[in-house]
């Protein structure tokens, strides 16, 4: 079937305005994890939703960010008043047991 | 907190064997894996292992897992120019499903 699909694959915006990712996971699979990949920083876990539980937030670097999954499916990672150091590669990743699959990214770059 | 550790750099000659290692801090870890990213790639899963094996044979991708030294290592045989990616060892926080730590990942490149 088909893997995770990331929308838009490229995003340059201007600082100061608001983005929206969007993560489409595998089919069936219940977990859904957003990390980030940055230039020399490795990959950072941002925030992990499974199921119908509350999502785990601890990875948020700031309260700009936020991410929603609705309908136990889609879900869309926002960030608000972006900055420079907001540009990245944004992974998502959905898993039905304990293996993640990780779709293409977004790469986001902030001017 | 778990902490990953990988060496940055490995640079070997087509045909030859590379072997990719990884330390990790965190012996609850059940599964742990092995990503490869190619340049402007997502991640690719390349393979995993139990935590109750030692060993884990996948055709020219052999892993091994030291719990007691918390040591995993990753074996190419044969490397070809298309084994050229970074490879990123990960483990999940605490053992249990949930969001995994990773390397920093092992920039491997293939010289022909």
């Known amino acids: 079937g088909a893997g995770v699909s990331q929308s838009p694959s490229n995003k340059v915006t201007e600082k100061g305005k608001d983005v929206e990712l969007r993560c489409d996971p595998i089919s069936g699979h219940t977990a859904l994890y957003w990390y980030r990949q940055s230039l020399g920083q490795g990959l950072e876990f941002l925030i992990y939703?499974?199921?119908?539980?509350?999502?785990?937030k601890s990875g948020l670097p700031s309260d700009r960010f936020s991410a929603e999954r609705t309908g136990g499916s889609v879900s869309t990672l926002t960030i608000q008043r972006t900055q420079q150091e907001d540009s990245a590669v944004y992974l998502c990743a959905s898993s039905f047991d304990w293996t993640q699959y990780f779709g293409p990214g977004t790469r986001l770059l902030v001017l | 907190g778990e902490d990953v550790e990988q060496s940055l750099f490995l640079s070997v000659r087509e045909g030859d064997s590379s072997v990719i290692n990884c330390t990790y801090t965190d012996s609850s870890s059940t599964y742990l894996y092995w990503y490869k990213q190619e340049p402007g790639a997502g991640l690719q899963l390349l393979t995993y292992?139990?935590?109750?094996?030692d060993m884990k044979q996948d055709q020219r991708l052999t892993v091994l897992l030291n719990k007691k030294d918390k040591h995993l290592s990753l074996r190419i045989a044969d490397t070809q120019t298309g084994d050229s990616a970074i490879y990123f060892c990960?483990?999940?926080?605490?053992?249990?499903?949930?969001?995994?730590?990773f390397g920093k990942g092992t920039k491997l490149s293939v010289k022909p």
């Open positions: 990960a483990v999940p926080v605490g053992g249990s499903q949930g969001n995994l730590i």
């Open positions: 292992i139990f935590s109750n094996m």
């Open positions: 939703f499974q199921g119908n539980s509350a999502p785990d």
